[in-house]
């Protein structure tokens, strides 16, 4: 079967291909252009859905890194699973199947697959909105610069004096959308609600994740949300929710201590990876500043290699706040709320 993929990879060919995604391409599903995360598969018959399959891949300021971190998928697909059924469990979204529950949607040859079970999901084709829904409780990353400049992110206005990580006043609705160069770019707060009506759903993702973390001893700082409209345009949480991707974690307990020493916060996400990222000069420039359109510098970007002690800290960390968020470990996770019961963490 063939696949349907862009002109230009966005992925190192390292990475691009796994023994399940080969697998699943033998067998005769066809594979959609891929995330930079994420593979989607169209479903024989199913015209109202498609199979999303979780890699280990990374991406880290809009390129994908030519690394595989064990067991990022499983952990991400998990959490997803978490925040929709359990935080945001009243919330219309995307999402129809995980677990052993995927197999009534996949040709015979297919059911299962313990480790397919673990890493998809089975959800909704939507038609996605062209933005991404920003809600941040404190000023760091993206939103640094444009503050420092202007007093102002995305057009709302935030008082005097604050630095990286000081809270803000109330939680800001900051959208974004892609650039021509692909990397995320900032919206107007006001041109962006007007045009999509996303803030009250992004922010009410932001405020139930925070208000979840705080007992839990995490602080969450910001997150992303996407959305898409079903057939019969009812708006959709779409993509992840509440993941390391989508989102960040700080522990609680150092918090004050390190913003008195304007020191950058730990962070339970792959923020490792971009820290080493950012001391890496290519032959275009900084990687931070790569644009990804351009093949000659995505190509440098993938040619840039990863270091073994950062990989492995970094699927500590994902595993570490899988526990810390949900209560519970990824393994017996997936194996019992999941219901993948043959299901063990390759460690």
């Not at 399940?20 to 599903?29: D, R």
């Not at 420039?285 to 970007?301: N, S, T």
Request: net charge negative; aromatic share 8%; proline share 7%.
């Amino acid at each position: 079967m063939a696949m349907i993929e862009d002109k230009v990879p966005k992925i190192p060919a390292g990475v691009a291909e796994t023994t399940l995604s080969t697998h699943l391409v033998a067998g005769g599903l066809q594979r959609l252009p891929q995330g930079k995360a994420r593979d989607s598969y169209l479903l024989p018959n199913q015209s109202n859905m498609r199979m999303v399959v979780v890699t280990d891949r990374l991406s880290a300021f809009d390129i994908v890194t030519s690394s595989l971190f064990p067991c990022k998928g499983y952990v991400l697909n998990a959490m997803n699973h978490f925040a929709v059924t359990t935080i945001m469990a009243d919330h219309d979204h995307d999402l129809i199947a995980v677990g052993p529950e995927i197999d009534r949607y996949l040709p015979p040859h297919f059911r299962g697959n313990t480790e397919l079970q673990a890493r998809a999901s089975i959800v909704m084709n939507l038609k996605m909105l062209k933005v991404e829904g920003i809600a941040r409780g404190y000023l760091t990353g993206s939103a640094v610069e444009p503050y420092q400049k202007t007093g102002e992110v995305c057009g709302i206005k935030l008082p005097p004096g604050l630095i990286d990580g000081s809270k803000l006043p109330e939680p800001a609705f900051t959208p974004s959308t892609k650039s021509e160069d692909d990397h995320d770019e900032h919206m107007d707060a006001e041109d962006a609600e007007r045009q999509f009506g996303i803030k009250q759903l992004t922010l009410e993702l932001y405020n139930r994740c925070a208000a979840h973390g705080l007992p839990r001893g995490i602080i969450f700082v910001d997150t992303k949300a996407e959305f898409g409209l079903d057939r019969n345009r009812k708006m959709r949480y779409a993509d992840e929710r509440g993941t390391p991707d989508s989102s960040r974690f700080w522990p609680a307990a150092t918090y004050d201590e390190y913003l008195a020493a304007e020191k950058p916060q730990p962070s339970f996400d792959k923020q490792f990876v971009r820290d080493f990222l950012k001391t890496v000069v290519t032959e275009y420039g900084p990687f931070p500043k790569l644009k990804p359109k351009i093949d000659e510098q995505r190509a440098a970007g993938h040619a840039v290699r990863i270091p073994p002690e950062i990989i492995g800290r970094t699927t500590e960390l994902y595993l570490e706040i899988f526990e810390l968020w949900t209560g519970n470990d990824p393994e017996a996770y997936i194996r019992y709320d999941m219901g993948v019961m043959d299901f063990r963490l390759p460690l």
